[in-house]
């Protein structure tokens, strides 16, 4: 049987037939906001998937790494025989969701266009927004207050904010008695990450992000976020 990468321990055994050339892996200690508890709860495991055919990202979560492969290998399972339905959801770049099942990818063509050609594109956009395709990035004009990281979650997301929502995050880590350096990241699929050690902190909605934020508000200002 197929072993997978696991962040905290020695790899893990999987317990379902996964074939070889899809990556898998997982972590016995990931950190889950319960989306259905008030201001979050923990569920201990995640296990991912890389399927190439279709090509996607399958993740799992669960009390156990077993539980949570399970639930990774029935996505999985619903991806190869569901009869997909693609929607763009809020997405203008061609990348979509079915509606059925976890399959999502880019699918269609982007509904942005060249501003130089007109062709139908996402390859990449300026500091105003307007969109470039690959033959015309050249003329891509240069942000004239370059922001101090080339990291394209930070623009998405406004830096006060992404900064309280790390700091909330921290706290969030101390409090169950996890120390270190905090990273970020946000996933292919839109999930913010927050990895401190080994545990990750999955934000998977806005409302788990408003809630970490109001529960581990400052009471005033300088308060217990100063670092
Ligand atoms: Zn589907
Ligand atoms: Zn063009």
């Known amino acids: 049987m197929k072993t997978a990468r696991n962040s905290s321990n020695k790899p893990y055994e999987c317990k379902q037939p996964w074939p070889e050339e899809i990556f898998v892996q997982c972590g016995g200690h990931g950190l889950v906001i319960d989306s259905k508890a008030p201001e979050g709860s923990y569920t201990t495991a995640f296990f991912e998937a890389f399927p190439k055919a279709p090509s996607c990202f399958l993740r799992g979560e669960g009390a156990t790494v077993e539980e949570a492969e399970e639930k990774c290998w029935n996505k999985y399972q619903k991806v190869l025989t569901c009869d997909h339905e693609m929607e763009r959801r809020d997405r203008t770049d061609g990348y979509a969701y079915c509606k059925h099942c976890s399959y999502a990818s880019t699918v269609f063509a982007p509904l942005t266009k060249c501003c130089k050609c007109n062709t139908p594109t996402a390859y990449t956009q300026d500091y105003r927004g307007k969109i470039y ?57 839109g999930d913010k990450k927050f990895f401190c050690g080994d545990k990750v902190l999955t934000l998977m909605f806005k409302r788990q992000e408003l809630m970490l934020i109001g529960r581990f508000k400052p009471k005033r200002e300088g308060d217990e976020f100063s670092d």
């Open 133 to 189: 395709c690959k033959k015309h990035k050249r003329f891509k004009s240069k942000d004239p207050n370059p922001p101090r990281f080339f990291d394209d979650s930070l623009k998405r997301t406004p830096r006060k904010y992404k900064k309280l929502l790390k700091k909330a995050a921290t706290k969030k880590f101390r409090e169950g008695g996890i120390l270190g350096k905090v990273k970020y990241q946000i996933s292919v699929i």
